[in-house]
């Protein structure tokens, strides 16, 4: 059964972490955030904005980054991402045509899997590292 998606309005969002309205506003005028909006042209903020919003609050109170800066910084974040999908689907293309050129060579075979296996781990370090900042 899919899980529903859970919305937040503005006012909620505020509420829950003690910024005004309008700071949430601007966020959106500056392109960081971007909520979805209904037909009455209401925001509604997902789990998915909260995360970014949490992330955006870390940079602007904890380690004093302007605006400008997030705008950097989650652009960076957002490439860093997409680059790993890329790694990602690349890795398995390679894998499979291994598999196709060599068969079941088992010694190849271990070789593909360890180095797909330092990738993983790789990933995971990096993801570690991105949580230990938030």
Do not use: C, W
């Amino acid at each position: 059964m899919k899980e529903r998606k859970r919305y937040y309005t503005i006012g909620v969002v505020a509420q829950m972490y003690s910024i005004h309205p309008q700071t949430l506003r601007l966020y959106e005028k500056e392109g960081l955030l971007k909520p979805s909006r209904t037909k009455g042209k209401t925001r509604h903020y997902t789990d998915e904005d909260l995360q970014k919003l949490e992330f955006i609050l870390t940079l602007t109170r904890d380690l004093g980054v302007n605006l400008a800066g997030v705008d950097v910084i989650l652009r960076m974040k957002e490439q860093m991402e997409e680059m790993e999908r890329q790694i990602e689907k690349l890795v398995e293309f390679i894998q499979k045509e291994m598999s196709k050129i060599y068969g079941e060579d088992e010694n190849i075979k271990s070789i593909v899997l360890s180095e797909r296996k330092k990738v993983v781990r790789i990933q995971d370090i990096i993801g570690k590292n991105e949580s230990k900042r938030d």
